[in-house]
């Protein structure tokens, strides 16, 4: 019990293009879902909670306009990012809240050409 | 506020030999801890967790924990290394009501020697 997937595993795009990254819980209901940005042999730096049926709360310097998140079930949370660059390159992680533990997502590697 | 301190950014054990990673944690509140493995290119997959129960916690692929409060530690062990332990490992905190969020370590690289 307890998966989280993520969708797609990993994307390529031009730069000023947006992408969308779907999670979703597939065997429980999430109210609350995590977004996670990992760079090349660091540790996970939390980017935003996202909250069924509210708006994502973001965390100090990550820029709610650029990365959108939108958590419109109990069970899938989405992360957009609009008008990406190659700065934005990068692993995002996913987690979903299950009684007091995060389960997390495979992954979805993003790379700004 | 909390904090988790993880010794040795890069550990390395012989295939057979007692594993051992630390992490210290700092914590205003009682915490509950985590343990997560990351094999390459993957997410996180929780090994184990203390959640104020029993304090030696058992988890899955033979590791395990011993939650000390007087230590503020929760250092995770494995009695034999096997070749597939080779993983980036993170101990992470949380507080025990109210925000759930994870405050992660920096990660520990677990390499295993043949």
């Known amino acids: 019990g307890a998966v989280v997937s993520q969708h797609p595993s990993w994307v390529i795009c031009k730069s000023g293009t947006s992408v969308k990254i779907e999670c979703r819980s597939l065997?429980?209901?999430?109210?609350?879902m995590f977004w996670y940005r990992q760079f090349p042999k660091q540790s996970l730096m939390l980017m935003a909670t996202s909250n069924e049926g509210s708006k994502a709360t973001y965390e100090q310097g990550v820029e709610k306009d650029k990365f959108l998140i939108n958590h419109a079930s109990l069970t899938l949370s989405t992360l957009t990012v609009t008008s990406a660059h190659p700065e934005d390159s990068s692993f995002y992680i996913c987690?979903?809240?299950?009684?007091?533990?995060?389960?997390f997502g495979p992954g979805t590697r993003l790379l700004v050409l | 506020a909390q904090s988790v301190t993880q010794l040795g950014s890069h550990v390395s054990v012989s295939e057979g030999a007692l594993v051992l990673l630390r992490c210290n944690y700092s914590?205003?509140?009682?915490?509950?801890l985590f343990w997560y493995v990351q094999y390459p290119n993957q997410g996180l997959q929780l090994l184990l967790k203390?959640?104020?129960?029993?304090?030696l916690v058992k988890g899955i692929n033979g590791f395990e924990a011993e939650f000390k409060k007087s230590e503020t530690s929760f250092h995770l062990t494995k009695p034999s290394a096997h070749m597939s332990d080779a993983a980036e490992y993170f101990c992470a905190v949380r507080s025990n009501f109210g925000n759930e969020k994870l405050t992660f370590g920096t990660g520990t690289r677990l390499t295993i020697i043949p």
């Open positions: 065997d429980f209901q999430a109210t609350t």
């Open positions: 914590s205003s509140v009682p915490p509950y």
């Open positions: 203390y959640t104020s129960a029993a304090t």
């Open positions: 987690s979903a809240i299950r009684g007091e533990t995060q389960y």
